[in-house]
T-cell receptor, first 116, second 108 residues
Framework: GAGVSQTPSNKVTEKGKYVELRCDPISGHTALYWYRQSLGQGPEFLIYFQGTGAADDSGLPNDRFFAVRPEGSVSTLKIQRTERGDSAVYLC??????????????FGEGSRLTVL | RKEVEQDPGPFNVPEGATVAFNCTYSNSASQSFFWYRQDCRKEPKLLMSVYSSGNEDGRFTAQLNRASQYISLLIRDSKLSDSATYLCVVIYGNKLVFGAGTILRVKS
């Protein structure tokens, strides 16, 4: 289908390791968001890209988290020195600017990260 | 204080019941408001927007009270398929801020 694609769907890693999570947005969507969802909680904003640039990274919890979108399409969320508290579902969403005004973000199915 | 607060539930209701969820938000500068639905282990999806004048979409009615910073969702004639988590969402600047969600379980 033509939806938002995220890989891997599941990732199990050990404390201290480095992890990359990939998001392939819907073609033509210039806005891309990363959210993190812990069990029993709503999605928590991490970072927003408009094109290639990070327009708002205020949600990144610390400097272990970094995200890029070098060509304005695919984005990678990078987590260094993972901690057990990083375990969550990482959701990517995309939209056009018009859709953002109407509140419609198209989410991928998420990458479930487990840090042992 | 969380930016968007919801009663987590769960709300357990029989088929055909009417159920209402409430949500409060803390920032009076919030611009737009929505309800999202999230099925178990699935991604969130937009259910409907919320307007001050109130709006309906079939069995669903959403209402916004800006003075009280309060949003509601009413579901009439509940169906088994309505069982899900309902997320209250507020736009602040460029980002959607989600509440923790209210769990609805509709039982036959």
């Amino acid at each position: 289908g033509a939806g938002v694609s995220q890989t891997p769907s599941n990732k199990v890693t050990e404390k201290g390791k480095y992890v990359e999570l990939r998001c392939d947005p819907i073609s033509g969507h210039t806005a891309l968001y990363w959210y993190r969802q812990s069990l029993g909680q709503g999605p928590e904003f991490l970072i927003y890209f408009q094109g290639t640039g990070a327009a708002d990274d205020s949600g990144l919890p610390n400097d272990r988290f970094f995200a890029v979108r070098p060509e304005g399409s695919v984005s990678t969320l990078k987590i260094q020195r993972t901690e057990r508290g990083d375990s969550a579902v990482y959701l990517c969403a995309s939209s056009t600017p018009g859709q953002m005004n109407t509140g419609e973000l198209f989410f991928g199915e998420g990458s479930r990260l487990t840090v042992l | 204080r969380k930016e968007v607060e919801q009663d987590p539930g769960p709300f357990n209701v029989p088929e055909g019941a009417t159920v209402a969820f409430n949500c409060t938000y803390s920032n009076s500068a919030s611009q737009s408001f929505f309800w999202y639905r999230q099925d178990c282990r699935k991604e969130p999806k937009l259910l409907m927007s919320v307007y001050s004048s109130g709006n309906e979409d079939g069995r669903f009615t959403a209402q916004l009270n800006r003075a009280s910073q309060y949003i509601s969702l009413l579901i009439r004639d509940s169906k088994l398929s309505d069982s899900a988590t309902y997320l209250c969402v507020v736009i602040y600047g460029n980002k959607l801020v989600f509440g923790a969600g209210t769990i609805l379980r509709v039982k036959s």
